[in-house]
């Protein structure tokens, strides 16, 4: 049985004298990027709801999204962002975006992209997770990804593409990205927002999902800057690196030339006062084998520092070695100010799907309590890597229970008990990092993981208050087969 939680992690931060404190405020009643501010925090200061009159709340409005695209939409992720008593949202399952009335929902303009063969075959469809908003003072654009993966830039005033970025408002991310990606089969999208920060947009890649790869080859999901006003690329970062760059040398037998994945496909994070952009990078191909990629595979599951305006790395820190339990990284980073031993931290905190929260100076990448590398099973799958350690936090504590044992099982009778026990001993159990099996008949059919593979927390990601100084996160408690 799957049950969702909601857990304050409050015992983690605050019981150890850790003052939190976001780093950037959105305007007082705007909500103008995914996260609520570039910090990730999705932190309002608004107080007109409250728990005394939320079983009050009415219905004002409802737009209805079944018309914007040729089936009605069955999967809204989106976070609509509000500008000037606008809201702004993707919509539909051609990705329209729609400019909205706050006050009424009356629609004032809605844009489409109708990319035929291109959209139909694009790995990550429908209305996606939602949009963004550039502002110099002067002009305003709208700024998001299409099914197809090309990017546009729309006047947030009309709704009409902005003439000079890119080609007639258009940037085609299938170019410029430093391998061969076909135009309109090529696995290549993105779901999430483009991050906007300092007048340079950061692009991110996604794939379809990767339990099952067509093969060991495949597109890799690279990172991009554009220029926030003509749409000219700025910078590349190879997440799987290139010869002669840092990290090459964790790909043994050359596999960093063919193995692909490896994209960003969850919010980014930016610190404006240093320049930082995070990102949070997931597999390589295959996420339950990884034989034909031998090594440590950087920047595989890695928690990434990036300078915001070239794309240089400051820094980085690897979550797991080799990664064959799916557990991309899926979520933004949050930014906050800690206060350790009465020691001020500027932090960056991580959350997981295997349900721990990393913490990070933000400066430096040092984690800000210790997480040890520590032995873990090496498995029996024929021709699988494996690395020795993992590296495991030790605080805060996990948000969600990991790894399974007959403790597990329902015990609400001797009888049930003995039932789930003899179920499970056609399986593998153990602690977090338990390696995969081999399926075999009568068994071990496969190994027993917690949290799943969808988490701990997942792409819904984490939110903290600044004035109760509480950090919250959404986590799935369920197993994985």
């Known amino acids: 049985m799957r049950k969702l939680a909601v857990l304050l992690l409050a015992c983690a931060l605050v019981s150890m004298n850790a003052g939190v404190q976001g780093q950037v405020k959105p305007k007082p009643g705007e909500w103008t990027t995914y996260g609520g501010d570039l910090a990730s925090t999705r932190y309002s200061p608004l107080d007109q709801i409250s728990r005394d009159n939320f079983n009050k709340l009415e219905v004002a409005w409802r737009f209805k999204t079944d018309a914007l695209g040729p089936r009605p939409e069955f999967n809204f992720e989106g976070t609509p962002l509000m500008v000037d008593g606008i809201v702004y949202s993707t919509a539909g399952t051609r990705r329209a975006v729609v400019a909205l009335d706050a006050g009424t929902g009356e629609l004032m303009w809605m844009h489409s992209e109708n990319e035929g063969k291109r959209g139909e075959s694009a790995p990550r469809q429908l209305s996606g997770r939602g949009l963004s908003y550039w502002t110099d003072g002067r002009e305003a654009r709208i700024v998001y990804v299409t099914p197809g993966y090309r990017m546009v830039a729309l006047d947030a005033k009309t709704g009409i593409p902005v003439a000079g970025f890119g080609t007639k408002g258009v940037v085609d991310l299938k170019e410029e990205d430093d391998q061969p990606i076909d135009i309109v089969t090529g696995e290549m999208g993105l779901h999430a927002t483009p991050t906007i920060a300092k007048d340079v947009i950061v692009v991110g890649a996604a794939h379809l999902p990767g339990g099952a790869p067509k093969s060991r080859i495949h597109e890799k999901g690279f990172i991009r800057g554009y220029d926030a006003r003509t749409g000219k690329r700025l910078w590349i970062f190879h997440t799987i690196p290139l010869a002669g760059e840092y990290g090459n040398d964790t790909w043994e037998k050359d596999s960093w030339s063919y193995t692909g994945n490896a994209g960003v496909w969850a919010q980014m994070?930016?610190?404006?006062?240093?320049?930082?952009?995070?990102?949070?990078?997931?597999?390589?191909?295959?996420?339950?084998?990884g034989g034909h990629r031998p090594g440590a595979g950087l920047f595989g599951e890695s928690l990434v520092a990036l300078n915001l305006k070239t794309g240089q790395r400051k820094w980085h820190y690897q979550l797991v070695h080799h990664g064959i339990w799916d557990m991309d990284i899926p979520c933004a980073p949050i930014l906050m100010d800690l206060t350790v031993d009465g020691r001020a931290i500027k932090a960056v905190a991580q959350p997981t799907k295997?349900?721990?929260?990393?913490?990070?100076?933000?400066?430096?990448?040092?984690?800000?309590?210790p997480i040890e590398e520590r032995p873990v099973?090496?498995?029996?799958?024929?021709?699988?890597?494996?690395?020795?350690?993992?590296?495991?936090?030790?605080?805060?504590?996990?948000?969600?229970?990991?790894?399974?044992?007959?403790?597990?099982?329902?015990?609400?009778?001797?009888?049930?008990?003995?039932?789930?026990?003899?179920?499970?001993?056609?399986?593998?159990?153990?602690?977090?990092?338990?390696?995969?099996?081999?399926?075999?008949?009568?068994?071990?059919?496969?190994?027993?993981?917690?949290?799943?593979?969808?988490?701990?927390?997942?792409?819904?990601?984490?939110?903290?208050?600044?004035?109760t100084k509480m950090f919250y996160i959404f986590t799935n408690t369920a197993i994985t087969p």
């Open 269 to 289: 994070t930016v610190d404006e006062e240093t320049d930082t952009l995070f990102i949070s990078v997931e597999l390589p191909t295959g996420d339950y084998y």
């Open 377 to 467: 099973e090496k498995g029996t799958v024929p021709g699988e890597w494996y690395s020795p350690t993992q590296p495991f936090v030790t605080k805060p504590p996990a948000y969600d229970r990991q790894g399974v044992s007959l403790d597990d099982l329902i015990d609400f009778t001797p009888e049930l008990k003995a039932e789930g026990a003899k179920l499970a001993s056609r399986y593998k159990l153990g602690p977090i990092f338990t390696p995969p099996v081999e399926s075999k008949w009568p068994g071990p059919l496969a190994t027993l993981m917690l949290p799943a593979a969808t988490g701990g927390a997942n792409w819904q990601g984490g939110a903290f208050d600044p004035e």
């Open 354 to 369: 295997q349900g721990w929260l990393y913490v990070f100076d933000r400066a430096t990448g040092k984690p800000v309590w």
